[in-house]
């Protein structure tokens, strides 16, 4: 009996080693995981940023894409002339002041 309880208890303290053994492994994969989640949100965040930028260039183009053709194309390019030119006087009075 008492060879029964030893065979027993090293079958227990094998099993044991073995989980212990798997637990480190899953322990590890799991860090790197989790390493590699956040390495890959930040690139999601990154490219969310750069995905908006082009967006609102390609909505600005578009703007003026529509302002400038057209029927009223010369019409539209004078207003825009007119106002820069007023954006510039603004400016030059900032610049005195």
């Known amino acids: 009996m008492t ?3 030893e065979i027993l ?4 303290r094998e099993k044991f080693k073995q989980l212990t053994t798997i637990c480190d492994r899953l322990r590890d994969e799991n860090r790197m995981l989790l390493s590699k989640n956040k390495s890959l949100e930040k690139v999601i965040e990154d490219k969310e940023k750069e995905l908006s930028t082009i967006n609102t ?3 600005n183009l578009k703007t003026m894409s529509s302002l400038i053709s057209g029927e009223n194309a010369h019409d539209t390019k004078i207003k825009l002339n007119r106002i820069v030119r007023e954006i510039d006087k603004c400016l030059s009075l900032i610049d005195n002041n």
């Open 3 to 5: 060879n029964e309880k």
């Open 9 to 12: 208890i090293n079958e227990f």
């Open 57 to 59: 260039k390609y909505d």
